[in-house]
Nanobody, 125 residues
Framework: VELVESGGGLVQPGGSLSLSCTIS????????MGWFRQTPGKEREFVAA????????NFGDSVKDRFAISRDNTKEVLYLQMNRLNPEDTAVYYC???????????????????WGQGAQVTVSA
C-alpha cells in the first residue's frame, strides 16, 4: 500500500491551501485515514482524522475551526483544506491510513499502518 500526498507549498499568513492524498495497492474504502504533521525538533502532531465512509471526523486542537478533512470515495481521494494559516502551521504533513472494519476514526499515531512520504507546507510572508 502506498500513500501519495500532493498540494503542499508556500502560502502567506492568513491564506489557504489544500492537500490531497491517494492510495495505491489497496481498496480506498477499506481505510480509515487522517493527517499528521511534524516540524523539525518537535513531536509529530495529530491534525485530523476521518472514518472509512467520511461520516465522522476529528481535529487536533490547534487546527480545529480552521481545517477541514474530507474524502471522495468515488474518486478515491482524501483532502485536507487548510484555512487561516499561520506560521505555526509550517510543517511536513503526512497522510496516514489504517485498514480496519467498522466506522471509527483514529487520532493516535500508533493506530496507523501506512504513511505517505510527506508534503511540505510553509506559511510565510
Amino acid at each position: 500500500v502506498e500513500l501519495v500526498e500532493s498540494g503542499g507549498g508556500l502560502v502567506q499568513p492568513g491564506g489557504s491551501l489544500s492537500l490531497s492524498c491517494t492510495i495505491s495497492g489497496g481498496s480506498f474504502t477499506d481505510f480509515a485515514m487522517g493527517w499528521f504533521r511534524q516540524t523539525p525538533g518537535k513531536e509529530r502532531e495529530f491534525v485530523a482524522a476521518i472514518n472509512r465512509f467520511g461520516l465522522t471526523v476529528n481535529f487536533g486542537d490547534s487546527v480545529k475551526d480552521r481545517f477541514a478533512i474530507s474524502r471522495d470515495n468515488t474518486k478515491e481521494v482524501l483532502y485536507l483544506q487548510m484555512n487561516r494559516l499561520n506560521p505555526e502551521d509550517t510543517a511536513v504533513y503526512y497522510c496516514v491510513a489504517v485498514s480496519r472494519g467498522g466506522f471509527a476514526y483514529y487520532t493516535e499515531e500508533s493506530a496507523y499502518e501506512h504513511w505517505g512520504q510527506g508534503a511540505q507546507v510553509t506559511v510565510s510572508a
